[in-house]
């Protein structure tokens, strides 16, 4: 269990399941007590009293189990989230209130990892990203908004390596982010976003 999870879990029980459900904009079941939380529009039922998450619907294409943060994001995102309407404007991490000294050293953000998955196949970024309840954007060569969660859309922007350039990628924020979750939360939420595209987007191409 990854540090904070119990402490996420702990105060999720302590909370009023319906204001919960309203600010962050996931469904509550009061006859089963349990939330409905879309991650990377899939639904996931989240059992507070049993603290279980589980699949349910039809197959979904990233494989939660196997992802290093997920089982921390679902409560953090349910305690911590204020607004779950994105605003519409993207910006950079590091243009987020106190972003430019948090993501960088220990928290640098996996760009280069997506680059080189996807670096010479836009194509293949774009049916990934589609698969993940991603909208595609007009930025760069190829660019997708994937829900993280429902009040955190994750902007990832392709531009094609040559033999003169390598590939490099951008990940753009909502600017409402820091209402979703705490800085640790968005950089965790980067990341598992990154471990999605490369899990449902197979060997490198």
């Not at 049993?50 to 039809?58: F, K």
């Not at 990628?169 to 471990?195: H, N, Y």
């Amino acid at each position: 269990m990854l540090a904070g999870e119990q402490e996420a879990w702990n105060r999720l029980e302590a909370l009023d399941p319906y204001e919960v459900a309203e600010r962050s904009g996931v469904e509550y079941w009061d006859e089963d007590d349990v939330f409905v939380v879309r991650v990377f529009g899939e639904p996931y039922i989240v059992n507070v009293a049993e603290r279980e998450i589980r699949e349910i619907g039809p197959h979904h294409s990233f494989h939660a189990h196997e992802s290093t943060h997920f089982r921390l994001l679902v409560p953090l995102y349910l305690v911590s989230c204020t607004e779950a309407a994105p605003a519409g404007t993207m910006v950079a991490p590091h243009s987020l209130p106190h972003g430019a000294a948090f993501f960088r050293g220990p928290h640098e953000l996996p760009l280069e990892v997506i680059a080189h998955h996807f670096g010479s196949n836009p194509g293949h970024f774009l049916d990934v990203g589609k698969k993940l309840g991603g909208i595609p954007v007009e930025h760069g060569d190829a660019a997708v908004t994937i829900p993280a969660f429902p009040g955190l859309p994750v902007t990832v922007i392709l531009w094609v390596g040559d033999l003169e350039f390598p590939a490099r990628v951008q990940i753009l924020l909502d600017e409402t982010a820091p209402r979703q979750f705490p800085l640790d939360g968005l950089w965790a939420a980067i990341l598992m976003t990154s471990e999605a595209l490369i899990q449902v987007g197979g060997p490198h191409h």
